[in-house]
């Protein structure tokens, strides 16, 4: 049924429509309008039967999830930022003994200094924890994608982050198809669990495992990951046939085919992207996009396959590893490996900074005569940085730095 | 695609504003994103929120920077945020307040009638609703100055959203605002006298 909502709203309705039997809630911006919503379709007694939870915290809203999980229960969480951070030491328990949950994440930047808006830098942090991460482009692909999800992490018996922006995608209103409940049904099957605690055939599970078989536990892992390579297409044709669009999947190749200049990146930004390669192209540019909803597992041979007879690459990323720069960069070179093409890191929307097509197009210009930097901040303010350096330079006791460019940009309510 | 930036204050309803145009819009089988500026938005604090409509999927998700048309929610805002950024001169623009754009120190855009409205929005609200939310006004004045949206449409989205006292009391204020803006891009001459 299509319908005008938020994103959040979407997400709740898809999540519901999974019918997991133990929600856990802790709340943090961007992410809590989901539960929110999830919450209310509990007590109302249209999500049934499920055990909604309120926990302490979001370290606690994992270990529940990874206990309703070993126990049978189809279980689901949400999160954000710093919540995603504090749960670091349950998330890779939770993939470490393999239980499928699945989780929101309502990408937000990771403070200091605090700032609860977008960017990718909270589940980046998180890309080597053992979950799969799939990354939407539109709302609606954010709901479709928690159906596949499901499916994906209970056939594989490995938990899945499904990443959308926050705020961006998730505070936007915009037509949804939100589907049937007969459809979804038919598309995911009840949850069989793999392993599950169970009184009538008592096992454990979170064995100590010694130098003997450590190595085969995670090779295990990764071979899982390995699998879900062929998984996630297999479960987007699926998903395809049964709903009638094309969402999910490893990559999303846009007017690639002959492309010289291919834009690489993950979420939201696609669509700005897309728009401004539509506009480059009316002018004879030979531009595409390549957008990976796979990251973790990372599409290697798809990525090469996309990118392999192109010139130039651009990855556009919306996190940054601090002391090198690109981190999807850093994933693509491996794609890439002995093919010889330019290639830039350019760093945008950090922080909830918006990315805007004068601004992608003004890049995009530099890149296609070779003008770039290898590394670029979008839309950097330098005459700020550089006052704040200076001032570094010039002064012991600078003070702190992120109030001292507020302070420079006249933001009275600092100092 | 057709752009509409809403300015207010935190509390007057500005998010649910651009929401409810996107709803109207959907109604009447158009794409249509809305989405607010995000903020920790404190009561009183300006924020802004922005609607596309358009014939075909919306992709962009940057904020809107070229409105077609501004629509402002509290006239205090006029010195203070920099609400004509980017609004084309042909743009439409509409002001909750019951003076006039002389009054107001917008005498560059006195005698516009077919684009630019001044509507005492607060007041229709306060009559209608008994409180001082000025979004449904505006937003069936903006039906009836662009012509982007039925005033039909205006008042499902109302009923979608709310309901009893509170819907009836909106869709009211409504009606009456529709009425009065199409009057007065009939007559302007005698709106200017009024």
Not at chain 1, 134 to 160: C, G, K, M, W
Not at chain 2, 146 to 159: C, F, K, P, W, Y
Request: proline share 5%; with cysteine.
């Amino acid at each position: 049924m299509l319908k005008q909502i938020e994103g959040s709203r979407g997400v709740a309705e898809a999540v519901a429509l999974c019918r997991p039997e133990v929600i856990c809630a802790y709340p943090i911006s961007p992410q809590t309008h989901i539960v929110e919503a999830l919450s209310t379709l509990v007590k109302s007694g249209e999500l049934a039967p499920c055990e909604f939870v309120n926990v302490e915290s979001e370290f606690a809203a994992m270990s529940v999830a990874i206990g309703a999980s070993a126990a049978g229960a189809r279980s689901y969480t949400a999160t954000a930022s710093q919540g995603l951070l504090y749960m670091a030491e349950p998330l890779y328990n939770a993939s470490g003994l393999g239980l499928p949950i699945v989780m929101t994440v309502a990408n937000r930047a990771i403070g200091a200094p605090i700032n609860i808006w977008n960017d990718h830098s909270d589940s980046m942090s998180q890309r080597d924890s053992g979950w799969i991460q799939l990354y939407a482009e539109t709302n609606q692909e954010a709901l479709d994608l928690h159906i596949q999800a499901f499916r994906i992490a209970e056939e594989l018996s490995l938990p899945v982050m499904v990443c959308m922006d926050g705020f961006v995608l998730t505070h936007a209103v915009e037509r949804v198809d939100v589907p049937s409940a007969e459809l979804v049904d038919a598309f995911l099957p009840p949850y069989e669990p793999r392993q599950v605690l169970d009184p009538d055939e008592p096992v454990s599970i979170g064995a100590m495992v010694g130098p003997d078989a450590f190595t085969e536990v995670r090779y295990l892992a990764h071979d899982k990951q390995m699998q879900a390579l062929e998984l996630i297409p297999a479960v987007a044709t699926d998903f395809a046939a049964a709903f009638g669009r094309d969402s999910g999947g490893l990559v999303r190749p846009y007017r690639c085919e002959d492309a010289e200049t291919v834009v690489v990146a993950l979420g939201s930004v696609l669509g700005t992207i897309k728009d401004t390669v539509d506009e480059l192209r009316d002018e004879g540019v030979k531009i595409g996009a390549l957008g990976l909803t796979s990251f973790r597992p990372f599409p290697l041979d798809a990525v090469r396959t996309a990118l392999g007879h192109a010139r130039r690459v651009v990855v556009l990323e919306r996190a940054l590893a601090v002391g090198i720069g690109g981190i999807v960069s850093a994933n693509v070179r491996m794609a890439l490996s002995g093919i010889q093409l330019r290639g830039y890191t350019v760093i945008a929307g950090l922080g909830g900074r918006a990315i805007t097509k004068t601004s992608l197009r003004g890049m995009l210009t530099e890149a296609l005569a070779d003008r770039l930097e290898p590394l670029t901040f979008l839309d950097l303010n330098r005459d700020l940085v550089d006052r704040e350096l200076r001032r570094t330079r010039t002064t012991r006791r600078s003070g702190p730095a992120a109030e001292n460019l507020l302070r420079d940009l006249g933001h009275a309510r600092i100092g | 695609m057709f752009q509409v930036r809403v300015h207010g204050r935190g509390g007057q309803g500005v998010v649910t504003t651009a929401e409810l145009l996107s709803v109207a819009a959907f109604s009447e089988g158009r794409h249509a994103q809305a989405f607010p500026t995000f903020g920790s938005e404190r009561t009183g604090a300006p924020v802004v929120g922005f609607c596309r409509i358009d014939d075909k999927p919306i992709r962009t998700h940057e904020p809107v920077a070229c409105p077609d048309a501004v629509i402002i929610q509290d006239a205090t805002l006029l010195h203070q945020v920099d609400v004509f950024d980017g609004l084309a001169a042909d743009g439409y623009l509409l002001i909750n307040t019951s003076r006039s754009l002389g009054d107001l120190g917008l005498d560059s855009f006195v005698g516009r009638f077919d684009r630019v409205m001044t509507v005492p929005a607060s007041e229709l609200a306060m009559k209608h609703l008994r409180r001082p939310l000025p979004g449904a006004v505006l937003l069936a004045a903006c039906a009836a100055l662009t012509g982007q949206i039925r005033l039909a449409s205006v008042v499902a989205a109302i009923e979608g959203r709310f309901s009893g006292q509170v819907a009836a009391g909106n869709i009211a204020a409504a009606d009456a605002a529709y009425e009065m803006v199409r009057s007065q891009m009939k007559e302007p001459a005698r709106a200017e006298a009024d």
